[in-house]
T-cell receptor, first 113, second 112 residues
Framework: KAGVTQTPRYLIKTRGQQVTLSCSPI?????VSWYQQTPGQGLQFLFE???????NKGNFPGRFSGRQFSNSRSEMNVSTLELGDSALYLC????????????FGQGTRLTVV | TQLLEQSPQFLSIQEGENLTVYCNSS?????LQWYRQEPGEGPVLLVT?????EVKKLKRLTFQFGDARKDSSLHITAAQPGDTGLYLC????????????FGTGTQLKVEL
């Protein structure tokens, strides 16, 4: 059974640009969550999608957005990139329906210069 | 806002020693999970505890969920270099959904 796949693994962008990250969850999992990990703030919840609907949202500005497709694949977008957006972005896949165990992808390392 | 404090933040020990990592909060969680993360990789799920007072053992690792479901501990017996990594606890809120609140992390280094 394939795990969670995130693409790309590494990304370098310039301030002001936008970026789209992709996540393919484990087959059969309907919940996809996104997290930002930085040395100073640790792992912080961005948002969760379940059956194409945003179910939970963290305390991030509106520049951070996401969506989920009918096949459960998810994308997150960050517009008008800032230096502080440099981080490891992690996608987590869960069955949903009350099962909270999260299985993480390897992450996308975003560097904003 | 739910917060999870982990202690200690850093731990450097010799192979064969025992250790305990603590995860504390003032909030109640419906479940609590422990993860281990290697540099540049995503966290890997170790265990989920759901019931207050629950104890789970995975080989040399023992996990406990507090009676009030506000805190947890991870005990490692006879640590090995392969146990080196960042240990994270994460709590699932009682409001439903899959939002996890992560602890501050414990960086463990086990030396020969």
């Amino acid at each position: 059974k394939a795990g969670v796949t995130q693409t790309p693994r590494y990304l370098i962008k310039t301030r002001g640009q936008q970026v789209t990250l992709s996540c393919s969850p484990i087959s059969g999992h309907r919940s996809v969550s996104w997290y930002q990990q930085t040395p100073g703030q640790g792992l912080q919840f961005l948002f969760e999608y379940f059956s194409e609907t945003q179910r939970n949202k963290g305390n991030f500005p509106g520049r951070f957005s996401g969506r989920q497709f009918s096949n459960s694949r998810s994308e997150m977008n960050v517009s008008t990139l800032e230096l502080g957006d440099s981080a490891l972005y992690l996608c987590a896949s869960s069955l949903g329906g009350g099962y909270t165990e999260a299985f993480f992808g390897q992450g996308t390392r975003l560097t904003v210069v | 806002t739910q917060l999870l404090e982990q202690s200690p933040q850093f731990l450097s020990i010799q192979e064969g020693e025992n250790l305990t990592v603590y995860c504390n909060s003032s909030s109640v969680f419906s479940s609590l999970q422990w993860y281990r993360q290697e540099p540049g990789e995503g966290p890997v799920l170790l265990v989920t505890v759901v019931t207050g007072g629950e104890v789970k053992k995975l080989k040399r690792l023992t996990f406990q969920f507090g009676d009030a479901r506000k805190d947890s501990s991870l005990h490692i017996t006879a640590a090995q270099p392969g146990d080196t990594g960042l240990y994270l606890c994460a709590g699932a809120g009682t409001g439903g959904g899959n939002k996890l609140t992560f602890g501050t992390g414990t960086q463990l280094k086990v030396e020969l």
